[in-house]
């Protein structure tokens, strides 16, 4: 007798098998390009040459010559696992924010323009609609940031990613003058450390925060007072993007002048201080007051549902910090007053000096160096706010 699982198996091998019987819709892929090219199109500008659904995106650098040493610059990244959030609650046009975030505002660093984005989203299955989300996400950030997103590939995955799993990835491009480029060379004793307020969680961390999550037992429509919205729209907060601010500032106070912009810090993974510390040059400390900003909601729900030591929470969140501009002190107040003025909160929340011996250099409030970088020190002083 002929089993059921047997017959199944044999009418395939007759009617043969094929790409979409493995899982992979070619079909639904195109219709996804169809509803996503629009918005892809409205980031180019007259450097991007030809269209979506090329090989390879081709952007015209013909500016380059006009430079007296160009370097460019380059990242990648992902979004990490709030990824899970936004499947979670099945909204997808904010997720391309955090992606466009986590890489222009790593090039914005070292002062360079990013000039243009490619993207890449692993799926389970292509839902055209879900795919088509994503990427009009990417391509409102990259507008913000001023980027052209040039391309991109999305891949379907079947049997090692569910159907309504995805991944996304992404890497840009910039460019900066050689003699315009900001970090560590630039910051001296006497400047002043900026902060630049977050919007939320941004995009890391999030594998502390789920877990704490769900140890509360809490759902993501959970209606929550301290926040003003549900825990899912919270954490789902898209990540702010800071490119065009600290290029705004870095051209208004340019390294030539008294007051200038001496480099930036972008807070991700790692916290404040050591992400601080990478852009500082070995034998100076910055040192950031706690007290000059109050912990936004999310950050103190997180520790008091999670119990979670202060120390932890400094070094896997931002706590209300995204971005870092190192600056001259007679840049100081003028540079405060233009971000704000760009609707971006921003105070100033320490100062550079030179890391002496009477300074404690010991305990989780002092970091010395990080991510590889053999650079300066921060150290955290006082309470939140």
Same mark, same amino acid.
Request: net charge negative.
């Given at each position: 007798?002929?089993?059921?699982?047997?017959?199944?198996?044999?009418?395939?091998?007759?009617?043969?098998?094929?790409?979409?019987?493995?899982?992979?819709?070619?079909?639904?892929?195109?219709?996804?390009?169809?509803?996503?090219?629009?918005?892809?199109?409205?980031?180019?500008?007259?450097?991007?040459?030809?269209?979506?659904?090329?090989?390879?995106?081709?952007?015209?650098?013909?500016?380059?010559?006009?430079?007296?040493?160009?370097?460019?610059?380059?990242?990648?990244?992902?979004?990490?696992?709030?990824?899970?959030?936004?499947?979670?609650?099945?909204?997808?046009?904010?997720?391309?924010?955090?992606?466009?975030?986590?890489?222009?505002?790593?090039?914005?660093?070292?002062?360079?323009?990013?000039?243009?984005?490619?993207?890449?989203?692993?799926?389970?299955?292509?839902?055209?609609?879900?795919?088509?989300?994503?990427?009009?996400?990417?391509?409102?950030?990259?507008?913000?940031?001023?980027?052209?997103?040039?391309?991109?590939?999305?891949?379907?995955?079947?049997?090692?990613?569910?159907?309504?799993?995805?991944?996304?990835?992404?890497?840009?491009?910039?460019?900066?003058?050689?003699?315009?480029?900001?970090?560590?060379?630039?910051?001296?004793?006497?400047?002043?450390?900026?902060?630049?307020?977050?919007?939320?969680?941004?995009?890391?961390?999030?594998?502390?925060?789920?877990?704490?999550?769900?140890?509360?037992?809490?759902?993501?429509?959970?209606?929550?007072?301290?926040?003003?919205?549900?825990?899912?729209?919270?954490?789902?907060?898209?990540? /702010?993007?800071?490119?065009?601010?600290?290029?705004?500032? !870095?051209?208004?106070? $340019?390294?030539? +002048? %008294? &007051?200038? *912009?001496?480099?930036?810090?972008?807070?991700?993974?790692?916290?404040?201080?050591?992400?601080?510390?990478?852009?500082?040059?070995?034998?100076?400390?910055?040192?950031?007051?706690?007290?000059?900003?109050?912990?936004?909601?999310?950050?103190?729900?997180?520790?008091?549902?999670?119990?979670?030591?202060?120390?932890?929470?400094? /070094?896997?969140?931002?706590?209300?910090?995204?971005?870092? !501009?190192?600056?001259? $002190?007679?840049? +100081? %107040? &003028?540079? *405060?007053?233009?971000?704000?003025?760009?609707?971006?909160?921003?105070?100033?929340?320490?100062?550079?000096?030179?890391?002496?011996?009477?300074?404690?250099?010991?305990?989780?409030?002092?970091?010395?160096?990080?991510?590889?970088?053999?650079?300066?020190?921060?150290?955290?002083?006082?309470?939140?706010?």
């Amino acid at each position: 007798m002929t089993s059921a699982s047997s017959s199944a198996r044999n009418s395939q091998n007759a009617a043969g098998i094929t790409y979409a019987s493995a899982g992979v819709d070619v079909e639904a892929g195109d219709r996804a390009v169809e509803l996503m090219k629009d918005a892809v199109k409205a980031t180019h500008n007259s450097s991007v040459i030809g269209g979506v659904g090329g090989f390879a995106g081709l952007y015209d650098v013909s500016k380059l010559l006009t430079f007296k040493r160009p370097l460019l610059a380059t990242s990648t990244d992902g979004v990490g696992t709030k990824v899970a959030i936004a499947q979670a609650m099945d909204i997808h046009d904010t997720i391309g924010f955090d992606l466009v975030g986590m890489v222009v505002d790593d090039i914005v660093v070292v002062g360079a323009e990013p000039l243009y984005m490619t993207d890449y989203i692993a799926c389970g299955k292509v839902v055209p609609e879900r795919i088509a989300d994503i990427v009009r996400g990417i391509a409102a950030a990259c507008s913000v940031a001023g980027t052209a997103l040039v391309g991109g590939e999305t891949a379907e995955h079947p049997g090692l990613l569910g159907e309504n799993e995805y991944d996304v990835a992404g890497a840009a491009t910039g460019v900066v003058e050689a003699d315009a480029l900001l970090g560590p060379d630039r910051v001296r004793a006497g400047d002043v450390v900026i902060g630049m307020a977050s919007s939320g969680l941004h995009s890391n961390g999030y594998s502390l925060v789920r877990r704490v999550i769900n140890h509360a037992g809490w759902a993501l429509d959970r209606q929550v007072s301290e926040l003003g919205r549900t825990l899912g729209e919270e954490l789902l907060e898209p990540t /702010r993007v800071y490119a065009a601010d600290c290029l705004d500032l !870095a051209r208004a106070f $340019p390294l030539t +002048a %008294d &007051a200038s *912009v001496h480099g930036f810090s972008h807070v991700t993974g790692g916290g404040l201080a050591a992400n601080l510390a990478r852009v500082l040059p070995q034998g100076l400390i910055a040192t950031v007051d706690r007290a000059t900003w109050e912990l936004p909601a999310i950050f103190k729900l997180v520790s008091e549902l999670g119990n979670v030591p202060l120390a932890d929470l400094e /070094r896997t969140l931002n706590l209300g910090v995204g971005m870092v !501009a190192i600056v001259s $002190p007679e840049a +100081a %107040d &003028a540079a *405060v007053n233009r971000l704000n003025d760009r609707g971006l909160p921003s105070w100033i929340m320490g100062t550079v000096e030179e890391n002496s011996d009477s300074i404690v250099k010991a305990g989780p409030d002092y970091v010395q160096g990080a991510k590889g970088v053999d650079g300066g020190a921060v150290r955290l002083v006082n309470a939140y706010a």
